[in-house]
Nanobody, 123 residues
């Protein structure tokens, strides 16, 4: 069993930055692909970014060049650095873990989910 706890969300203005963190419990963090998803009101949960066990990463086109995902296996933590935030980035952001070691980007590939953290970007 893996438990994921997100932190770092908040209210910022357009153009500003935030860094989300996700702390994982359990011994399987280093063997898990980690991902971030987001869900805006009235919309489906969508893929944002993922990082494999070897550090390969993947991003949604909407965040490419602005967001960076990274992981610290010693701290069982995955981060999402979000720069140049836009109002359309407003959503609840979820951390997720997959037992698949290579890059995956679909919701179905992720076994464990955090409770989410709210990110609100004002114009």
């Amino acid at each position: 069993q893996v438990q994921l706890v997100e932190s770092g969300g908040g209210l910022v203005q357009a153009g500003e930055s935030l860094r989300l963190s996700c702390k994982a419990s359990g011994r399987t963090f280093s063997s898990s692909t980690m991902g971030w998803f987001r869900q805006a009101p009235g919309k489906e949960r969508e893929f944002v970014a993922a990082v494999s066990t070897r550090g390969a990463d993947s991003y949604a086109d909407s965040v490419k060049g602005r967001f960076t995902i990274s992981r610290d296996n010693a701290r069982n933590t995955v981060y999402l650095q979000m720069n140049k935030l836009k109002p359309e980035d407003t959503a609840v952001y979820y951390c997720a873990a997959s037992s698949i070691r290579t890059i995956v980007t679909t919701r179905e590939a992720f076994n464990y989910w955090g409770q989410g953290t709210q990110v609100t970007v004002s114009s």
